[in-house]
């Protein structure tokens, strides 16, 4: 079965950092681009990052960059991202996301990220 | 980068037909054949129903479609199900090499 399951999220302060992880099953991690996409309630979804397939292309959205760093781990499976500097508005569900025929066509089951004092 | 633009809200009866539109520029919908739709239900994760404007991925209904012209982008689901009622949200590449999602379009079954 083809599958992401994230893991990472929690409760951070303002100006604190968490990292997110995702791990990929049922498919080849390697020849995929992957993404991020958060969910706020407030805000609908929005696109994070993407990575290509090899980790030497990444974009970000403008209001996470230089904040975020995307990573992966081919061998492991794993994606990764950095979330450091966070801010109340970064507050979300965070979903992994496959990156095909310009579309994202499978998705994790999410973590919550809150940022809160 | 701005979101695009749905209508918050659509409904229909079982049976009928529902028509959802996704607004951008040309910077994104009208640049590109890469506009997605998304349905969501409470509590999941989004579910990919068309991508690259009007095809299908295996396992959907034929009676989602997808369709576009210039900047606007629409979903239609035609035979309207008790299970078609969930929140919808279209997608477009951008000329920036990122993605921008639309606002978001709940759906009633009534």
């Known amino acids: 079965e083809v599958q992401l399951v994230e893991s990472g999220g929690g409760l951070v302060q303002p100006g604190g950092s968490l990292r997110l992880s995702c791990t990929a099953s049922g498919f080849t991690f390697s020849s995929y681009w992957m993404s991020w996409v958060r969910q706020d309630p407030g805000r609908g979804l929005e696109w994070v990052a993407n990575?290509?397939?090899?980790?030497?292309?990444?974009y970000y959205m403008d209001s996470v960059k230089g904040r975020f760093t995307l990573s992966r781990d081919n061998a492991m499976n794993s994606l990764y991202l950095q979330m450091n500097s966070l801010r109340a508005d970064d507050t979300a569900v965070y979903y992994c996301?496959?990156?095909?025929?310009?579309?994202?066509?499978?998705w994790g089951q999410g973590t919550m990220v809150t940022v809160s004092s | 980068q701005s979101a695009l633009t749905q209508p918050p809200s659509a409904s229909g009866s079982p049976g009928q037909s529902v028509t959802i539109s996704c607004t951008g520029t040309s910077s994104d919908v009208g640049g590109y054949d890469y506009v997605s739709w998304y349905q969501q239900h409470p509590g999941k994760a989004p579910k990919l129903m068309i991508y690259e404007v009007s095809k299908r991925p295996s396992g959907v209904p034929d009676r989602f479609s997808g369709s576009k012209s210039g900047n606007t982008a629409s979903l239609t689901v035609s035979g309207l199900q008790a299970e078609d009622e969930a929140d919808y949200y279209c997608?477009?590449?951008?000329?920036?090499?990122?993605?921008?999602f639309g606002t978001g379009t709940r759906v009633t079954v009534l």
């Open positions: 997608t477009s590449y951008t000329d920036r090499n990122n993605y921008v």
């Open positions: 990575i290509n397939q090899d980790g030497t292309e990444k």
């Open positions: 996301a496959r990156k095909w025929a310009g579309t994202f066509d499978i």
